[in-house]
């Protein structure tokens, strides 16, 4: 099944690398020796299509993502959220979910994918918790109760990500957190309202923070 290629990064052979960025359908990380699939495609080749039924009927193209590390209170929230996101909203929509990740053990990707009935891609991205050079011996390494893993995420969701490679066919991108979920049913679908209505950014309420984070 197609949960099975999921489980592990399909490795880079001669001439894969060429076909999936020449075709969109993925990339191949020359410096870890692996490739990806990007969504809809599945398979060695990423050659096999695992589409919505309701893609073909929408005028863009929406993803939900995550951005989840190797620690098990992550993987234990995100368990308990994705079925929530499938019962409340992803069963009437179906849109793909993205999980952005710098390195899950195939046994932390099986608990992700056996989770829900959402369909599921991996994302390898290198960098994300890396201090930026103008920000070394300036920082303190704890601030405010957020350490170096929290500010990185913030920083790569601020920009960083809308250049992540498996974004770039999508029109409309939802961010979402390992631990926060949906309390009721969502009954109406906001990438639909921001196409019809011609909108670039929502949010869902405005806050202040702690400047640490």
């Known amino acids: 099944s197609w949960r099975s290629w999921d489980l592990q990064d399909p490795l880079e052979e ?21 490739c990806e699939c ?4 599945r398979g060695r080749f990423c050659d096999h299509a695992q589409s919505s039924s309701q893609d073909e009927d929408r005028p863009y193209k929406a993803v939900l993502h995550y951005l989840v590390g190797e620690k098990e209170q ?11 996101l499938w019962d409340r909203f992803n069963a009437h929509w179906d849109y793909p979910v993205v999980v952005f990740h710098d390195g899950l053990s195939s046994a932390s990707r099986e608990r ?12 390898y991205v290198a960098d994300y918790k890396q201090v ?3 920000l070394k011996g300036r920082m303190e390494l704890e601030l405010g109760g957020h350490g170096v893993g929290y500010r990185g995420m913030c920083r790569f969701r601020s920009g960083p990500m809308f250049m992540q490679p498996v974004m770039s066919a999508f029109d409309y991108a939802w961010t979402l957190d390992t631990d926060g ?22 949010y869902s309420h405005v806050s202040r923070d702690q400047a640490s984070a």
């Open 181 to 202: 979920y949906f309390p009721a049913d969502i009954l109406s679908d906001p990438f639909e309202r921001m196409w019809r209505e011609e909108k670039v950014y929502s």
């Open 74 to 84: 992550l993987l234990a929230d995100f368990e308990r959220t994705l079925p929530i």
């Open 132 to 134: 930026p050079a103008f």
């Open 112 to 123: 992700i994918l056996e989770a829900s009935k959402n369909r599921i891609w991996f994302a």
């Open 14 to 34: 001669r001439g894969k690398a060429y076909l999936l960025s020449s075709s969109g359908r993925g990339r191949c990380l020359p410096d870890l020796g692996i």
């Open 38 to 41: 990007f969504p809809p495609w």
